[in-house]
């Protein structure tokens, strides 16, 4: 105890004082000390070679793991906040999540159709989030390019009205596939200067979109999006009842004890739409839907997507 916690200790408390203090006699103790040390070093070295072992051969090597950990201790020290560990935790991540994991799904998707009108692009522009949309002929799959929003008020300003004008001013899409990770994504898009990538799945269908601004996200959080967003995909309705967005992933759902599911169940809609066993219609009358102690109730339903799902924890006595 003596002889080595107690000054270990005694070390971590009062560390700059005690280095200061003991600097001077620790060096001349390693000037008297390096004839010994350099015979001893030496001499090991030569007996690992022997075995066949390189001395210089650092096999020690830091894992991802003991870093968060060191990160994690940290963040109860004090020594690092909330959201330098939640940035830290992103980058490590980082390398392990896909385009189709963050990207904006093609039913949430706003496109420029090359049949539609000037007034109609400008309405899908001010509809939307994002200053490019792709421009799309046939059907959604049929991209053929990318319309930036300052090149389109430019040519507006200039005088053209006409939409197969304006497809002229489109710059060529970039596709990717859904399963790049978004680290080689990042590279590839600085890279070729592309701030907006058309995701594309196995049959070259269109999957979604994603933008540099979403891979950003993925380390510092949302840029330039509502910070209330997230908040409202889930609104509590009382004591064990919530008002939740189909599309919200059933595992950020912490608060909502949904037991074991099936693992092809990754959004609350999926779930509904896999209990009922069909495609309801926007003015069709819905069943309560059960599992695992709990009640669904489909409550707005657009085109083939479950928009909004309320969801009440049965209790022994009865329903909430």
């Not at 280095?19 to 103790?29: C, V």
């Not at 070679?49 to 994690?72: A, H, Q, S, Y």
């Not at 009842?241 to 599309?247: A, C, L, T, Y």
Request: proline share 4%.
């Amino acid at each position: 105890v003596l002889g080595e916690l107690v000054p270990k200790r005694i070390a971590m408390k009062k560390a700059e004082t005690l280095a200061r203090a003991l600097s001077g006699l620790i060096y001349f103790i390693s000037i008297v000390a390096r004839p010994v040390v350099s015979l001893l070093t030496s001499t090991t070295n030569l007996i690992l070679r022997l075995f066949g072992i390189d001395p210089n051969d650092n096999t020690e090597k830091v894992t991802e793991e003991e870093i968060l950990m060191m990160v994690g201790a940290g963040t109860e020290s004090g020594a690092i906040d909330q959201q330098e560990k939640a940035m830290i935790e992103n980058i490590f991540a980082f390398d392990d999540t896909i385009a189709a994991d963050i990207m904006t799904h093609r039913t949430d998707m706003h496109v420029l159709w090359k049949s539609d009108t000037l007034e109609e692009w400008e309405r899908s522009f001010q509809n939307s989030n994002h200053t490019r949309l792709p421009v799309c002929d046939n059907d959604i799959d049929d991209v053929i390019g990318i319309m930036h929003l300052k090149d389109f008020y430019t040519a507006v300003r200039k005088g053209i009205t006409d939409v197969e004008e304006l497809c002229t001013l489109i710059k060529p899409a970039y596709f990717v596939p859904e399963t790049v990770k978004i680290d080689l994504l990042f590279r590839n898009m600085q890279r070729t200067k592309n701030h907006f990538a058309i995701v594309v799945d196995d049959y070259g269908g269109v999957s979604g979109i994603i933008t540099m601004s979403d891979i950003l996200s993925q380390i510092v959080g949302d840029i330039g999006d509502d910070p209330e967003k997230d908040s409202l995909d889930v609104i509590p309705l009382g004591e064990n009842k919530w008002r939740v967005r189909g599309i919200t992933p059933i595992g950020d759902l912490t608060q909502i004890p949904f037991g074991n599911l099936d693992d092809d169940y990754e959004t609350v809609g999926g779930l509904a739409l896999g209990l009922l066993g069909e495609l309801p219609e926007e003015d069709e009358e819905i069943p309560v839907l059960r599992i695992n102690g709990l009640e669904l109730r489909v409550t707005e339903i657009r085109g083939r997507r479950v928009e909004w799902v309320e969801i009440t924890k049965e209790t022994e006595t009865g329903k909430e």
